[in-house]
Every structure is written in C-alpha cells, then in structure tokens.
C-alpha cells in the first residue's frame, strides 16, 4: 500500500486549500484514515480522523474549520481546509490503519504535503 498526498501550497491567512492523498495497492474502505501536521520544531499531531462507516473526528483546533471525507470508489481520502491561519502551516500526513479480525495491524503513511499560510 502506498499514500501520496497532494494540494498543499501557500496561501494567505483566512485563505482555503484542500488536499488529498490517493492510495494504492490496496483497498481505501478497508481503513481507517487519518489525517496528521508536523509543524517546524514540533511532533506530529493528530488533526482529523475518518472511520469505515464514515464517522468523523477532529481534534480542538481545526473544529468547524477543516473536513475530512473519504471516497472509496476513487480510493482517496481529503481535507477540505478553511479560514486557515499561520500557526496551520505544517506538513500534512496521510495515515491509512487497519485492524484485522485477528489482530494484524497495517498502518501506512504518506510521505507529506506542505502548507504554508503567511501573508
């Protein structure tokens, strides 16, 4: 299974952007999908979250801001971004988990997209 994310690029504070991130080799339904940031000089957060069954979460700071959805058919998961501010500037993962009926865990990440919102 491979992850590449897509759409990130600089924009102006209260600005959009929405990103997506395609996998292959593998089927997206059968994954949870996540989407992390990783801001210069700090560890990797959580940011948003979407379950099989098309459940979603987002962590405090991107609340009412960010989207995160999923389409299996086209085996791509995205983050629609809005009124972004600076401190959003991060690179932003992709992150595919899954666990099987037997306990296997497969989880698989992206290699990145950076967004940068500055003036």
């Known amino acids: 299974v491979q992850l590449v994310e897509s759409g990130g690029g600089l924009v102006q504070p209260g600005g959009s952007l929405t990103l997506s991130c395609a996998l292959s080799?593998?089927?997206?339904?059968?994954?949870?999908m996540y989407w992390y940031r990783q801001a210069p000089g700090k560890k990797r957060e959580q940011v948003a979250r979407v379950t099989r069954g098309d459940i979603t979460t987002y962590e405090e700071f991107v609340e009412g801001r960010f989207t995160i959805s999923r389409d299996n058919a086209k085996n791509t998961v995205y983050l629609q971004m809005n009124s972004l501010k600076p401190e959003d500037t991060a690179i932003y993962f992709c992150?595919?988990?899954?666990?099987?009926?037997?306990?296997?865990?497969?989880?698989?990440w992206g290699n990145g997209t950076l967004v940068t919102v500055s003036s």
């Open positions: 992150n595919a988990n899954r666990i099987t009926g037997m306990g296997e865990e497969f989880d698989y």
């Open positions: 080799g593998g089927a997206l339904s059968l994954y949870v």
